[in-house]
């Protein structure tokens, strides 16, 4: 069975620092998909980012980075230059099994960003 | 702006009421989705259709539960005999599978259900 681990509870970090949030999953499937998402307080998930088990390729994409290791199962998300508008709860998805029907979430980290 | 909807919003009822959900995907998409979520934790997934089929329903919490597609647009969770642990936020997602390949999922605002 599938397991997401988002071991970080909560983090604070001042405005305009980096911070990275960590996502570690088990899986017995050879080709699955990560997802990041956000949860803002008012409530609606916001998808982030998606890789794929098949492409290590770590991107940018605006403020926003990734770091997918499949050595070591990590899927970890970089926010730079953080913003007060970045608070939220932060969520990761493992989606695998028969037609990626079998979809996981970590109990997600939340995320306050100071002024 | 045509998003997954979801209604009601917020659903208040008794213990051993039944209830029902409604969730519209975003129009061409093909996969639909239903998650709770109860205060702290992750979105934990309950079933998912493909069209008209339901591909997914052994996550399902108890017989109390199901949920229908009828002609693979709009979707229906019910909860027979609700119970206080079944009060959390209901949320469904829909995407478009194409070619074999997963597609990202978009979330509607979900419902809010609170057994009394």
């Known amino acids: 069975a599938q397991k997401v681990t988002q071991a970080q509870t909560e983090i604070s970090v001042v405005e305009k620092e980096d911070v990275t949030l960590d996502c570690v999953y088990e899986?017995?499937?050879?080709?699955?998909?990560l997802f990041w998402y956000k949860q803002p307080p008012s409530g609606e998930l916001v998808f982030l980012i998606r890789r794929n088990s098949f492409d290590e390729q770590n991107e940018i994409s605006g403020r926003y980075s990734w770091n997918f290791q499949k050595s070591t199962s990590s899927f970890n998300f970089t926010i730079t230059a953080s913003q007060v508008v970045d608070s939220a709860v932060y969520f990761c998805l493992h989606a695998g099994g028969t037609s990626y029907g079998k979809l996981t979430f970590g109990q997600g980290t939340i995320l306050t960003v100071h002024p | 702006d045509t998003g997954v909807s979801q209604d009601p919003r917020h659903k208040i009822t008794k213990r051993g009421q039944n209830v029902t959900f409604r969730c519209d995907p975003i129009s061409e998409h093909n996969r639909l989705y239903w998650y709770r979520q109860t205060l702290g934790q992750g979105p934990e997934f309950l079933t998912y259709f493909q069209n008209e089929a339901q591909l997914e329903k052994s996550r399902l919490l108890s017989d109390r539960f199901s949920a229908e597609r009828p002609k693979g647009s709009f979707s229906t969770l019910e909860i027979q005999r609700t119970e206080q642990g079944d009060s959390a936020m209901y949320l469904c997602?829909?995407?478009?599978?194409?070619?074999?390949?997963?597609?990202?999922?978009?979330f509607g605002p979900g419902t809010r259900l609170t057994v009394l």
């Open positions: 899986t017995r499937d050879t080709t699955y998909y």
């Open positions: 997602a829909s995407s478009l599978l194409s070619g074999g390949l997963t597609d990202t999922q978009y």
